[in-house]
């Protein structure tokens, strides 16, 4: 089980904070370093000092870590076109030596869709710039060098485009898609993404997700193989005083936490990744709420990761 550090900046974070947490997780042994990508805050937070953009983020970092893959859950396809989306990306993965994930979902949060002056259209047309968006970005990065790339969508139209630059490998960055929809987003997930994420479901109804994702994949004769992964909120505390120390500075109760996410002792923890593990999950992203507490990260990489086969 591969485990990643995932961030939600939005909630208040600066740059620096996020590079002392990236560089803990690489120091640490952790697979990633994830994040959001959101521009307004959730929740009873201030936010401040305000939003950090996901990709200006992760080029910074790709350039200040070295072994550690970096990505997004989820990039909002309505905050960006879809050619320069491509360029931004391919180019972080230039600067960090092909470490990059390129995790896109639909755009969910209208209230910062409305607080930054973005169109947030409804459903149905967010999930058909989506696809189109996936084929353009990933159309871009996979084109023969030396060939131009058209493509003639009901939202994107491009022509002639020189198709640079690319990514460092011939089919681009990974790509994730996430989320519990019966019907698009596995349908979506088997005919583009290498990874198919849950966030913050139970391990049954994670399960089923799985499952309807495996049968879009055998609808279409898929091949390649799909990883499997999941997300949770982590409190891991040597005591149950420590548990519950950590689960009120990020404003949650232990209860709830133990039943809707990854709460405990590092037993506790290591006994439901072991459920998730059991479901066909091959990565964990362990969702960090306090980014000033580095020693919950290293409790994590010593009491937790170091007992996972």
């Known amino acids: 089980m591969r485990l990643r550090i995932f961030t939600e900046p939005q909630q208040g974070a600066t740059y620096d904070t996020l590079l002392s947490v990236a560089r803990a997780t690489e120091d640490l042994g952790f697979d990633a370093f994830y994040r959001s990508d959101h521009y307004l805050k959730m929740g009873d937070v201030t936010g ?17 870590t070295r072994r550690i893959r970096l990505g997004t859950l989820m990039t909002a396809a309505t905050f960006r076109l879809p050619g320069p989306l491509a360029i931004a ?32 259209p409804g459903l149905n047309e967010r999930f058909e710039k989506l696809e189109e968006q996936l084929q353009i970005i990933t159309g871009l990065w996979r084109a023969p ?39 698009r987003t596995p349908r979506l997930a088997a005919t583009y ?14 399960a089923a997700a799985f499952g309807r994702v495996r049968a879009a994949c055998e609808a279409q004769d898929r091949t390649r193989p799909m990883v499997y992964s999941a997300a949770q909120v982590v409190c891991c505390g040597r005591d149950e005083a420590e548990v519950r120390r950590r689960a009120d500075a990020i404003g949650r109760e232990v209860p709830e936490l133990r039943e809707n996410g990854l709460a405990g002792t590092p037993q506790e923890l290591v006994d439901k990744i072991g459920r998730f593990a059991e479901l066909g999950a091959g990565t964990l992203y362990l969702q960090v709420l306090d980014l000033s507490d580095l020693d919950h990260l290293e409790l994590i990489a010593t009491e937790v990761m170091a007992k996972l086969s």
Do not use: C
Request: net charge negative; proline share 10%; glycine share 14%.
């Open 193 to 206: 993404a290498d990874e198919y994420n849950v966030p913050f479901h139970k391990p049954d109804d994670t």
């Open 48 to 64: 401040e000092p305000g939003p950090t953009d996901a990709w200006i983020t992760l080029a910074g970092l790709a350039r200040e």
């Open 89 to 120: 990306v391919a180019q972080v993965d230039q600067m960090s030596g092909g470490r990059v994930d390129f995790g896109v979902g639909t755009g969910w949060f209208e209230e910062e869709h409305t607080a930054y002056g973005i169109p947030f």
């Open 145 to 183: 060098a030396g060939e131009t790339f058209d493509f003639e969508g009901a939202h994107y139209r491009l022509r002639e485009s020189p198709a640079l630059p690319k990514p460092v490998t011939a089919d681009g960055p990974p790509v994730l898609i996430g989320g519990f929809g019966a019907k």
